[in-house]
């Protein structure tokens, strides 16, 4: 048997009593997810966190086929909320501080995995409309080709020549985090980003301020010199792209840990596949899928495998990295971002 296959039957056919209340009966789960034959994703390409892995065992294991629209955490909701009733997906994956939002939308259903008594209560909603499935840290992305001396620090950037590719603050989850991760490397917080703003205005008037999307197409086209990502899409582009031609670096002076959840649409024409979508991803297999992928899984108990471990950095990397402290005041600053945006850095 097969590590995967192995962690899979550990997870789904052994579980504690509690567990087997929660879902009730998993074998009726997946024989209802069979029936539907499909899950239909929105945000979870194949290249991200090694999502492909994880469709690529659903359809195996369950006959389940998959289509992802690639969009982000923002767009997500509002597809969700727009379409309703001719819901075009079943399940998506956003940055943190959109789970409460997606909730206050009302575009969410319930599900608890098996396993969740394992996730961290920070990274669920108590009700089960969303659940972290994995983290990252903000990190660089250099092109060596490019750029003669990497950056170490937010403070570095300022110094270079080369343009920071940041992306769509206010609507892309990564590109926000990132403005967190300048605020609190250079004395800001979650109710305070004013450092990041200063620090991307200068950027700006020095006409080296991208907030185009860093994605692999635009990496590996020479477009990005230095792009800011979190560092399991970093890791991944550059293994994809070319290890020689890129440097991945975690900020010296700070950087922010924040989670990606999974959101399964009230609307979704395929809810049982998308539940079974959210237990596979919380499952053994499914966590090791992601740190494949270069992710932290989330749960901690998660038994994985030896390619899965040597993805992940050594933890000294990562010795300056905090997570959110305030998530109330984030999600708050998060709806803000782009107002502040306007008024401070793109008047340049």
Known sequence: MSFKKACLFVCLASLPFMAQAQVADLSTLIEAAKKEGQVNSVGMPDSWANWKDTWSDLKTNYGLEHQDT???????????????????????????????????????????????????????????????????????????????????????????NYKVTLGDVGVAAQANNAVLAAAVALGGNEKDVTPALKLFAELAKQKRLSLSNPSLATLEKGEVEVGVLWDFNALNYRDQIDPKRFTVVIPEDGSIMAGYATIINKYAKNPNAAKLAREYIFSDAGQDNLAKGYARPIRDKAVLSEEAKSRLLPAEAYKNVQPIKDQAAWDAMSKKLPELMQEHVLIY
């Open 70 to 160: 690639d969009m982000s955490s923002a767009q997500e909701i509002a597809k969700f909320a727009a379409e309703k009733e001719n819901a075009t997906a079943d399940i998506g994956d956003v940055g943190q501080s959109f789970g409460p939002i997606a909730v206050e939308k009302g575009v969410t259903q319930t599900y608890k995995p098996s396993t969740w008594d394992e996730i961290p209560a920070w990274a669920k909603d108590e009700e089960g409309h969303w659940a972290v499935a994995y983290t990252g840290a903000i990190a660089f992305m250099v092109n060596n080709e490019t750029v003669k001396e990497a950056p170490k620090s937010w403070a570095d950037l300022v110094k270079g």
